[in-house]
């Protein structure tokens, strides 16, 4: 038996869901926390992360879960305000399923412990949800399970040499007693006080 503790990625799931939908199509070409990234390029990236994740936690394993991280800035989908709490949604419901959590899949390109994947998909809706809430100007707290899952794993990953493979920028130093949430914002590589130019 494999003692795996599971949590709930659907409260943080609905969080990004809530964020995204109050993006007016003024703000989709502002920049956000990620360089590379506008607005409308987080979206893109947030819909094309939601069905890797989904598809990694049924292990139905293929091109959604081939591609790389950053080999290509993603285009917003013409349908992306439909289609993004949709797969959303399916990602969430998919690691219900105790068997997400046990044995290989694969996301990114990379093959990974169940467990291990949902704590990227945990990072990467906690990281993002913030990226665009900050970017749009949106007030934001992440669920809490999602970001205790998701600085565990960033603080495993900057331990690791070559930063999760090139995922990450640098580390960004925040204050030991800083907010949990602006301690893993640091460790994702991103500053914790980043605003888009000309606001104060």
Not at 31 to 57: I, K, M, N, Q, W
Not at 68 to 90: F, H, Q
Request: glycine residues 12%.
């Amino acid at each position: 038996m494999t003692d795996t503790r599971t949590f709930d990625l659907g409260p943080q799931a609905r969080i990004v869901a809530r964020l995204a939908a109050a993006v007016p199509d003024a703000r989709l070409a502002d920049p956000t926390p990620c360089p590379e990234y506008a607005v409308s390029d987080l979206l893109g990236h947030l819909t094309d992360l939601a069905v890797a994740f989904r598809d990694a936690a049924r292990k139905d394993l293929g091109p959604t879960t081939d591609t790389a991280p950053g080999a290509a800035t993603p285009s917003l989908p013409a349908r992306c305000r439909e289609e993004l709490p949709r797969v959303l949604g399916e990602l969430a419901e998919a690691w219900k399923d105790p068997a997400a959590w046990t044995g290989m899949t694969r996301a990114g390109g990379v093959d990974l412990p169940g467990e291990i994947a949902a704590a990227v998909a945990a990072d990467e809706l906690v990281l993002h949800g913030w990226d665009l809430a900050r970017a749009t100007g949106q007030e934001y707290a992440p669920d809490q399970t999602a970001l205790r899952a998701s600085h565990a794993f960033l603080l495993a990953a900057a331990e690791d040499g070559d930063r999760g493979g090139g995922i990450f920028g640098p580390v960004v130093p925040v204050p030991d007693d800083a907010p949990l949430l602006e301690r893993a914002v640091g460790l994702g590589g991103r500053d914790p006080g980043w605003k888009p130019m000309g606001c104060g």
